[in-house]
């Protein structure tokens, strides 16, 4: 597989209580996986929560949304491959609204670009579910495989 540059990682928002380390290294793990060089992450929404239920209340105003946009932008202009990994539950409430908002304006920043996109399992799943996911999906196979598996193209229009 030929490398390529730079996979930007699209998560939902910075944790509040660890470093995010865990879900930095399975982007990097997806990187290698997809035949990147490296991998950076940008978020949907900037206001760190400790779970991401925490959107719900932080994200009711769009400036959360809004102010993550910049960063997304930067991300998308410097990258060679987009993974979609915000997670595929949406908040409730009226974040849910700003977060639909905030999806389809990436989809159609990332379709301006033509950048290739991933997901895993046909979702946005957040790295922290990989592992619960390809273990129902795909049982007795190692993570690694499992994953490289999972990963697959998100169709555009």
Same mark, same amino acid.
């Given at each position: 597989m030929t490398e390529r540059g730079t996979l930007l990682g699209v998560g939902s928002n910075p944790p509040s209580q660890t470093s995010g380390q865990r879900t930095?290294?399975?982007?990097?793990? *997806? *990187?290698?996986?997809?035949?990147?060089?490296? *991998?950076?992450?940008a978020n949907l929404f900037v206001l760190p929560t400790y779970r991401s239920g925490g959107i719900a209340d932080l994200g009711r105003t769009r400036e959360g949304w809004l102010d993550a946009r910049p960063h997304l932008v930067s991300g998308l202009d410097d990258c060679d491959g987009v993974l979609l990994a915000y997670g595929a539950q949406e908040p409730s409430g009226e974040a849910r609204t700003h977060h639909r908002d905030q999806v389809r304006w990436l989809d159609e920043k990332i379709e301006d670009r033509a950048l290739p996109t991933w997901w895993v399992g046909g979702a946005p799943r957040h790295p922290s579910r990989w592992q619960r996911y390809t273990w129902r999906e795909l049982p007795g196979i190692e993570f690694r495989e499992a994953l490289e598996r999972s990963f697959c193209q998100v169709p555009r229009a």
């Open positions: 930095v290294a399975r982007v990097h793990q *997806a *990187a290698t996986i997809l035949g990147f060089e490296t *991998a950076t992450i």
